[in-house]
């Protein structure tokens, strides 16, 4: 596995080991730039954002760019997660963890933006926070947002039936608002620490501008098909100890590049700064060639590798036949060997196969090995499919399986395409499409077997379990179901997941989410497959980047440090 890899032939290198965040990434001992002019940091990603309308953010790259333009009442530590103040300045609760009252912070602007008054970003308020809660229960679009804060907040329902006014959610004055929660919620502050509850203006809305309070502004010119570049937020609410302005840097790029040699090609010539997704054989590679550039002093490039709190799994329809009967779920989940998947085709690029539950390992204190997963047994998936009417594959219509445009993707989908063939006798044909089609697509209950992912958006067993809530599926199959695409409904579950989220009790929660874990497992909706772990190259003149297991990029802090004249490359940008 690669954790030998990188014992032996990395071993007097700085290597990143998060769980949670790690220190500063880089070492150098350059002279540091002035503050507040730290130049611009290249990221590469795969396929071009989604939305950045923070209420409809559902895939990792607009994320990444959303989290950079928009804040929100709170954040998690980029080292620790744990919950911090950003744009609410105190809280307290009461009344049995029922009563929610937030301080907000004064003197913060919005950008500058053409959809206010003479161009310039007003102070935000009250108000603007509440306008930002009602687009959640009222555009029925956001079904994934909504999906977070169903039933969570006093009159919410009755506002996006009926319209008027949301009951449990008051501006009491210009800086303090009050929410009023249906019942004790274990999760209520981490979701408040989430894209999807970002403080936007209405102003902007309307006019369907991106404006945020974030360190980044955006502007449609520098969105183009190549990238897309957020500028500095020069009236940015938050200075270093020093009493500098924050960020330090003037720009943050997003690059479009979906070959992961081509990112290694773009790191290695300086036109990116830090890649992830690597491909392990890339790493060994360039490790083994240029040895010294990680060790000599000062290193040239930093490489690290850290857990997710992120799974890669099949979801399966079990809403449409054959998918609907367990024993072929079951038939299908333990013909595929996840081992040979990891180690064949991703090359070791995971923390290990997902065997257990659909939970990961960088959980912290949750106990995901306890979890029995179906095992690998090409005997029994036989037999299980044999006794759902399928001896030998024989009748088993040919199905579909979706994947993204991703190399590694559809590389996974060819695998098992052949491993369902051969142990099964199922013919598979493989779909690959944009992340944004197979996301429509899989709501709209038009795919018989996915692959997909999933990331944590707060750090809790019940941020993957939700994909499994059947209370709130719709009726039909032509409704939308998101984030349940397995339209997967078991009362037995949706019972736990309920007292989960009411459960204040860290450990009395996570025995509540290990039980749940169970019965997806047992049951199937989805086949886990990997649990992730990735490869970081980050160039070493960064300072304050903290790679973490939540994937947060907290970039008001980072800084370049000035590189030998030498070093510096005039046609970087």
Partial sequence: MKKVLIGVVFSSLIILTSCGGGENSSTSTETEKTGGNDGRLDFAISEKYQSLDPIKVTDVASFHIASQIYESLLRFDDKTLSLQPMLAETWTIGENNLIHTFKLKKGVFFHDN??????????????????????????KTADYAYSLFKDKIVGAEDFRNNGGEIAGLKALDDYTVEFTLVKPSSNFLGLLATVATAIVPKEAIETNSIVGTGPFTYDKANDTKDAIVLFKNKNYHLSDNQD????YLDAVAYNYVKSGQEKLDLFMAKKLDIITELPSESIKEIVESQIADFQDKPVKYILGRYPQISTSYISINTSIKPF??????????????????VDDVLKGEAYAPAEHGIVPPALKDYDYSSIVGLEYNVNKAKQLLADAGYPNGKGFPTITLTTSKSNSSVRVGLEIQKQLLANLNINVEISSMPSAEKTEMNTRSKTALSLNGWLA???????????????????????????????????EFDKLYEESL?????????????????IIATNAPVVPLWY??????????IQNYNPNVMNIQYLTHVKLVDLKPEEKTADKH
């Fill in 114 to 139: 053409d959809c206010f008054k003479d161009g310039k970003g007003r102070e935000i308020n009250a108000n603007d926070l509440v306008y930002s809660f009602k687009r959640i229960y009222s555009d």
């Fill in 502 to 518: 009411i459960t204040i009790d860290n450990q009395k929660r996570y025995e509540l989410c290990l039980m749940a874990d169970q």
């Fill in 532 to 541: 992730h772990e990735n490869y970081l190259l980050i160039q070493s003149n």
């Fill in 324 to 341: 609907d009967n367990i024993k072929v779920r079951k038939a299908i989940s333990m013909a595929i060997n996840k081992k040979r998947i």
């Fill in 244 to 247: 500098v302005k924050l960020p």
């Fill in 457 to 491: 958006e707060f750090p809790d067993p019940v941020t993957f379990l939700s994909l499994f809530y059947g209370a709130n599926l719709p009726a039909s199959n032509q409704e939308a179901s998101f984030p349940n695409e397995s339209r997967f409904k078991n009362a």
